[in-house]
């Protein structure tokens, strides 16, 4: 099918492509609604300490279980390119405040279905979305009129805010042990800057390691590398390392051409062979005569090297990556060495240990001590694979969340508190506005308390209920009364000790606006024709993995891909 416009009656006009199609007006809002509230309907069961885990299957049939938002939404397959947009949301919160990606997505899929509701009694989209930015602006304002101001540097609030975005994970019975771990990781790294402080996380690297338990996870003042040192002649540990970082390979480089090289007797490949020696031979020692012995490499280290290495008592380690080599350049002070003729004392660095140490069945190598402690390595065990892959996202979360606090030193209470908080008073505001951008600002409140009746609703409590006596029990002035799901009972919050930066609240209200708003504004989806499939693509139209998903409504195989939109 081909677009056609009339003209004047007489020659079509093509504009589009052949196989392009095109939904237009409510048709395609309704459309791409319902996508996003579908979305939204997966990962709402996962949200709170009560909510459930999903099993994920990738196409290569690997596994993964959590209830992290974004996590979820990455691995299952989204076709529908409104879908695509709340995955987006829940990308972006995670890179910005780390938690809160559910919430996001479960607010924007609030927004709009209740959008749905007033597009059904014809109110303009326009109006919709201009009574929803303005009540997002006025939400942020009462969320902050509510948070608390704290130092940054306070120890005990950090440890609670790491705690509480732990609730919510596997990891929720050891989340005491693995505060400790990332508060003093992220006190550790932490620049003063004027009041407040910079936490640049990459300076914490995350290493993780299956076997033992969650609580024989470390921390490490210093960097870990999953390798060991590369030749059984080599010491296994160096006190006061000088350190030479180097991105090139310690080998022979081959030639680009296919050369041949006919050799007619045996002393012509003794001589080739001694050329060959004397070529690495002379690369060593460069390192050597730099003084370095401890050699980190970014590529190969030829056999023949690494024995003169070995000799020379130094310590090698191969076929590091990149980030990592970059991360220890910060650490011991060292310059990254590209051409060995260019490495001289100077550009090396220094650790006070260099050690290789046994973890499991691997031996991976320890750099302690160095000139600049602002790198700390957090290394995490479990159980299992799947285990410390949980461990590790949530303790990305809750670095990320004492980042936050840290940075902006401003916390509010958890376990919906402040939504509920928020939602009575933008409904109160509400009143203010003229004509049908109340009735939108009015739903937006309501949309706010999606929050709690989900935590509430995870939590086996009555939703209807439990937000009646909470927004009662807040209107009497109890700003910090939230739901204690763990107690199943109405509580405040702060007394049990959740609590959340302001960041995410923030973060959560305007990513989930913005997207809805974006969403809303639509009123044309035109989809160019899919580029003919590759021959060996025999899987049909289902999203790999996520097969059952095709025959969803507005998902999948609903609508032609068109991720060229996005
Ligand atoms: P998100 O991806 O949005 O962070 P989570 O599954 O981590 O989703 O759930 C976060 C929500 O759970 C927040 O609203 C937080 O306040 C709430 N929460 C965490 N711990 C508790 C608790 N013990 N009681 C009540 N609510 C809690
Ligand atoms: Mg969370």
């Known amino acids: 099918m081909s677009i056609q416009a009339a003209?004047?009656?007489?020659?079509?006009?093509?504009?589009?492509?052949?196989?392009?199609?095109?939904?237009?007006?409510?048709?395609?809002?309704?459309?791409?609604?319902?996508?996003?509230?579908?979305?939204?309907?997966?990962?709402?069961?996962?949200?709170?300490?009560?909510?459930?885990?999903?099993?994920?299957?990738?196409?290569?049939?690997?596994?993964?279980i959590t209830n992290d938002g974004a996590t979820i939404l990455k691995e299952i397959d989204v076709q529908h390119p409104a879908a695509k947009m709340l995955v987006e949301i829940a990308k972006t919160t995670d890179n910005e405040v780390g938690d809160g990606t559910t919430s996001a997505v479960i607010l924007a899929g609030s927004l709009l279905e209740h959008a749905e509701t007033l597009l059904n009694q014809n109110v303009h989209p326009t109006i919709i979305v201009d009574g929803y930015r303005k009540a997002a602006k006025k939400a942020k304002q009462f969320l902050q009129d509510i948070a608390e101001k704290t130092s940054g540097n306070d120890r005990a609030t950090l440890l609670k805010i790491a705690k509480t975005s732990m609730q919510t994970k596997l990891v929720r019975k050891n989340s005491s042990e693995i505060a400790e771990?990332?508060?003093?990781?992220?006190?550790?790294?932490?620049?003063?800057?004027?009041?407040?402080?910079?936490?640049?996380?990459?300076?914490?690297?995350?290493?993780?390691?299956?076997?033992?338990?969650?609580?024989?996870?470390?921390?490490?003042?210093?960097?870990?590398l999953d390798k060991e040192v590369v030749h059984s002649g080599m010491p296994k540990n160096i006190v006061d390392a000088k350190i030479a970082l180097i991105n090139t390979a310690l080998e022979i480089s081959k030639t680009e051409t296919d050369a041949k090289i006919s050799i007619q007797n045996p002393q012509q490949l003794q001589s080739f062979l001694d050329e060959e020696n004397?070529?690495?031979?002379?690369?060593?020692?460069?390192?050597?005569?730099?003084?370095?012995?401890?050699?980190?490499?970014?590529?190969?280290?030829?056999?023949?090297?690494?024995?003169?290495?070995?000799?020379?008592?130094?310590?090698?380690?191969?076929?590091?990556?990149?980030?990592?080599l970059t991360k220890l350049a910060k650490a011991t002070g060292a310059r990254i060495v590209t051409n060995l003729d260019d490495l001289f004392?100077?550009?090396?660095?220094?650790?006070?240990?260099?050690?290789?140490?046994?973890?499991?069945?691997?031996?991976?190598?320890?750099?302690?001590?160095?000139?600049?402690?602002?790198?700390?390595?957090?290394?995490l065990r479990g159980g299992s694979q799947r285990v410390v892959d949980e461990v590790e996202r949530s303790v990305h979360d809750?670095?990320?969340?004492?980042?936050?606090?840290?940075?902006?030193?401003?916390?509010?209470?958890?376990?919906?508190?402040?939504?509920?908080?928020?939602?009575a008073k933008v409904r109160s505001w509400s009143k203010s506005l003229e004509g049908r951008e109340q009735l939108a600002a009015e739903k937006f409140a309501d949309a706010l308390e999606s929050i709690?009746?989900?935590?509430?609703?995870?939590?086996?409590?009555?939703?209807?209920?439990?937000?009646?006596?909470?927004?009662?029990?807040?209107?009497?002035?109890?700003k910090w009364t939230g739901i204690d799901v763990m107690k199943t009972r109405i509580a405040n919050m702060k007394s049990s000790d959740i609590i959340e930066p302001l960041a995410v609240k923030h973060q959560i209200v305007s990513a989930a606006s913005e997207a809805a708003c974006m969403i809303l504004r639509i009123d044309d989806v035109i989809a160019t024709a899919k580029s003919s499939p590759p021959p060996s693509g025999g899987e049909g139209g289902a999203p790999p993995g996520m097969g059952g998903m095709g025959g969803m409504p507005g998902m999948g195989g609903g609508m032609p891909d068109m991720g060229g939109m996005m």
Request: charged share 30%; with cysteine.
């Open 278 to 324: 004397r070529m690495l031979k002379a690369m060593v020692d460069k390192v050597i005569g730099s003084g370095a012995n401890v050699v980190l490499c970014q590529k190969g280290v030829d056999d023949m090297a690494q024995h003169y290495l070995a000799k020379a008592g130094v310590l090698v380690v191969r076929r590091i990556k990149e980030s990592d």
């Open 345 to 379: 004392e100077k550009d090396l660095g220094s650790a006070a240990l260099v050690e290789e140490r046994k973890i499991e069945e691997d031996r991976w190598v320890f750099v302690e001590g160095c000139k600049h402690p602002k790198s700390v390595t957090l290394l």
């Open 181 to 224: 771990l990332v508060v003093k990781a992220v006190l550790s790294v932490a620049v003063k800057d004027g009041e407040n402080f910079i936490v640049d996380d990459d300076d914490i690297k995350v290493e993780k390691k299956a076997g033992g338990s969650i609580i024989d996870s470390n921390i490490v003042q210093g960097i870990v």
């Open 398 to 423: 809750a670095i990320m969340v004492v980042k936050d606090v840290m940075e902006t030193p401003l916390i509010v209470a958890g376990g919906g508190a402040p939504e509920t908080y928020a939602a």
């Open 7 to 64: 003209n004047k009656g007489t020659m079509p006009v093509i504009l589009l492509k052949e196989g392009t199609s095109e939904t237009k007006g409510s048709e395609a809002q309704k459309n791409n609604i319902q996508a996003a509230k579908i979305i939204a309907e997966i990962v709402r069961t996962s949200l709170g300490p009560r909510g459930m885990d999903k099993m994920l299957v990738d196409s290569l049939g690997d596994v993964t």
């Open 452 to 478: 709690p009746l989900a935590l509430a609703e995870n939590a086996g409590m009555d939703p209807i209920d439990t937000l009646a006596s909470l927004r009662s029990r807040q209107l009497k002035g109890e």
